[in-house]
């Protein structure tokens, strides 16, 4: 049982039994305990987790068709029409536990099993009924109808459910009543109360047990967040989780293969993700020989600053053979703004600069 079972809406001893018997000879009844939502799966472990589509997949294996589905509980938090597939029908039959039903429960049950024999006369479909564990309430009235509409004998009807449903019956009230209890009347059995409904559901859903029993076994959640993108979960190695691709989902809602699967055939935009440039981008382009790019490529020839709108453009400072040679003084006539002739000297360098806002200055006031 899994921790905190009432929190998580796991029923009650819900783990202890088969989850599906066998359909009992000569008949189209089958029994099994209630199948559960994906929220609720979640907190089972693979080995344990039965909903509506495991139901469909353990049927398949026995060559057996599921047509409708009577459920007997007196809740409706273990699954809706939203968690049946669609190709299921289903009658909701609010049944009070560890009591005998009543004649309308019971009347109830007759009509809804009489009218899909006649829609169904053509076909061999199952009718599946469950209630919490599919042992009791299932047991009572699946052998009253027997006793009550096809005349079988008490005895011969129990020992039936019981063989094929791979449990005994528990309660000894329903037994009791089963064995020396009246027979119900079948009179309106031919009527219908209530119009089956059909699921909603058309995919199978993913979800991930809480505690699976490896982690090769964990079933990846559609919901999650990281199954928008193409990367794994935090904290969990990239070959040991099975991870869905850019919004992907299984086929058919089958278990993903021990794998990982191969990244998407191009690059995927995320905002906080580097990708590779697009071919097409020059920035991504490559070098060709004897040629040079920049980021800004220069026109042909040099824009003045008259033409970026920057005014006047001054003519650069000439320097001598001399001071290019010792990097020092100016070949225009010393002035103000001109160093004396004795300031040439390379050892005087260090005692006269001009920052280059000066210079500009200095240039713009000369010429």
Known sequence: MPPCSKRNGIPDRWM???????????????????????????????????????????????????????????????YKLEDLPDSLMCVKIFTAGHEIPSDATILSFKRAVHRFLQDNADNDKLIGIHCTHGLNRTGYLVCR????????????????????????IERQNYLEDLQSGPKRS??????????PKRG??????????????????????????YHRGHYPPRGMKHQSHHWLPHGGHPPDGLLLPHRPLP????????????????PDNQWGRQLQPNKTWHRNPLPEREWTLEERGRGPCPPAPHYSDFSRSFNAGWTSKPNSHNPPEEWKDPRMKSRHRYSH????????NHY
């Open 16 to 78: 202890d039994y088969k989850a599906v018997g066998k359909r009992l000879p000569g008949t189209r009844f089958i029994a099994f305990k209630v199948p559960l939502k994906q929220s609720l799966n979640r907190h089972l472990p693979c080995s344990e987790a039965f909903g509506p589509w495991e139901l469909l997949e353990t049927l398949r294996k026995d060559n057996e068709e599921l047509g409708l589905i009577i459920d007997l509980t007196f809740t409706t938090r273990y």
């Open 145 to 168: 109808y027997l006793i009550d509409v096809d005349g079988m004998d008490p005895k011969e009807a129990v020992e039936l459910f019981n063989s094929s449903r791979g449990h005994d």
């Open 186 to 195: 079948n009179e309106g059995i031919e009527e219908s109360d209530q119009e």
């Open 200 to 225: 909603h559901a058309v995919h199978r859903p993913c979800y991930t047990p809480f505690d699976a029993d490896t982690r090769e076994e964990r079933r990846p959640h559609v919901n999650d967040r």
């Open 263 to 278: 990244p998407p055939a191009g690059p995927l935009f995320h905002p906080y993700r580097w990708t590779p440039p697009h």
């Open 357 to 364: 806002k000066q210079r500009e200055d200095a240039y713009r």
